[in-house]
């Protein structure tokens, strides 16, 4: 090491793994059980909406491949993982039946991760609906919170003894934004007082997973995943700030104050309530959201939320749209990654900690998701080895931030790459890749990159220089 060198050391103990989820990795087998769920049946009508029209049975076969899979998470030095449960591969009608394919498969997969000494997260919900729920009004109907506090306790009764820590949801404002407001996601509504209920039955379901895990092992701790980013006002005018403040209820306060702090910001209720769009709410259920809040928290960060004041006004009788309260600043000069066309902002991981540290107690928290998508990766391919100095590049600089963060006081005890290997995308399928390792779609052959060798040898030194 030279003297000018910094070395970034994290804390003893600091987690370093990859986050990945059931929809996006498992992919379906003949016979294997899985019921349909709502990207299965969405692809089924609509495969012209999905890039190249590769739907959600051709994940990258973790299904298959997972033993060959987890080697590669040792091999790129993996002390933590992440991945989930998909609700409709366990209980294939979303209630009932439980798939015994699936309780041999998920305990495979959780037991091999375990006998490697790596640290297990399990997430509940990673945007996947069985499809019968859905057919059943999905998360407009409040009585899907009971099938999925079902769900939930099945789940820690059958693997609590193999997971280390479980997650109720990931991303949950996506399938509000995406499904009822925006139109990129199944069932496609633009309908902002059902989005409010989705979301508002959505927090309901997790505050009852948390207590559902409480009472299967006290001991047991619980999260939920939030894409968290403090949102940028343009300037100073106040109408920037306003639309600033109001994007940040919608968009994270909105999960992250019931999930952490058991209640709504005030200013969140009567903005819903002023714009007639208030779920149906009770004291009872009010209080299973202030008496199970999560043990910590999973924070997904990609890009900053930057916004200004709404052009749009809204009239009565109009859709209402988030638009009517703000709208999005492209601002110039912004870092930018060409190969997926988001901005790139590493200090945004700082004021998330930040904010963590100052307004939500300080509660232990962990990167669950942070990566660079990059769109025809291969051109990147030299030796057989993809040199993706890029990614590397992208995590030590949010590495960077997030190691001040912690010697200021943020109280973050891991760091989880999006994803350990190339994987299926939702809309976008295979378009952006984001994985250590590089997956072939003709052969499914696994490589590592050059990022994943990189991400070992961070992972043993707990650290880094540069
Ligand atoms: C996050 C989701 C992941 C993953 C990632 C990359 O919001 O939690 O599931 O999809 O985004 O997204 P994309 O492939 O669209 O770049």
């Known amino acids: 090491m030279t003297e000018d060198k910094v070395v970034y050391h994290f804390p003893e103990g600091f987690l370093w793994g990859t986050s990945t989820s059931g929809p996006q990795s498992e992919g379906t087998e003949l016979g294997d059980g899985k019921g ?24 990258s076969t973790f299904y298959k491949n997972f033993k060959k899979d987890i080697e590669l998470l040792v091999e790129t030095g993996h002390t933590v993982f992440r991945t989930s449960i998909q609700w409709s591969r366990l209980l294939p009608k979303g209630i009932g039946e439980v798939n015994q394919e699936a309780v041999t498969f998920y305990r495979s997969v959780f037991s091999l991760i375990k006998e490697k000494g ?14 019968a729920l859905q057919e059943q009004g999905g998360w407009e109907n409040k009585d899907i919170v009971w099938a999925y506090e079902a769900y939930a306790r099945t789940c820690f009764e059958l693997f609590d003894d193999l997971v280390d820590r479980w997650i109720t949801f990931n ?53 939920i995943v939030l894409n968290l980013t403090p949102a940028y006002p343009r300037s100073e005018h106040p109408d920037d700030v306003k639309a600033a403040k109001i994007a940040e209820l919608f968009q994270t306060k909105s999960f992250l104050d019931p999930s952490v702090l058991g209640e709504y910001p005030r200013d969140l209720v009567d903005l819903i309530e002023e714009y007639g769009l208030s779920p149906e709410t009770s004291e009872e259920e009010l209080a299973i959201i202030r008496e199970n809040r999560v043990d910590f928290l999973g924070v997904n960060y990609y890009q900053p939320l930057r916004v200004q004041a709404p052009t749009k006004v809204w009239k009565e009788g109009e859709v209402l749209t988030p638009e009517h309260f703000f709208a999005p600043y492209d601002m110039p000069g912004k870092k930018i990654n060409p190969h997926r066309g988001w901005e790139i902002y590493e200090k945004g991981i700082y004021d998330i900690a930040i904010n963590i540290r100052d307004q939500y107690n300080n509660i232990e928290w962990l990167v669950t998701e942070n990566g660079m998508g990059v769109e025809g990766e291969v051109a990147f391919r030299q030796d057989e080895v993809i040199q993706d100095d890029y990614r590397i590049e992208f995590i030590e600089d949010h590495l960077i931030e997030l190691h001040r963060a912690i010697e200021e006081g943020a109280n973050c005890k891991g760091y989880m790459l999006w994803t350990f290997i190339d994987c299926w995308s939702w809309l976008n399928a295979y378009k952006n890749r984001y994985g250590l390792v590089e997956l072939d779609l003709e052969t499914q052959e696994r490589r590592i990159k050059k990022s994943g060798r990189w991400f070992k040898a961070l992972s043993d030194a707990n650290g880094f220089s540069r």
């Not at 790596?118 to 499809?131: A, S």
């Open 118 to 131: 790596i640290q297990l997260f399990v997430n509940l919900y990673h945007f996947d609906l069985p499809y």
């Open 36 to 59: 349909q769920n709502n990207w299965d049946y969405w692809y089924s009508i609509e495969p012209e909406r999905f890039h190249g029209e590769i739907g959600p049975e051709r994940t």
């Open 171 to 223: 991303e949950p404002i996506v399938p509000v934004e995406c499904g009822y407001l925006g139109d990129y996601h199944y069932p496609c509504k633009v309908d902002a007082k059902a989005a409010v209920a989705v979301a508002y039955h959505t927090q309901l379901a997790s505050s009852l997973a948390v207590k559902a895990c409480h009472e299967v092992n006290p001991e047991k701790k619980i999260a």
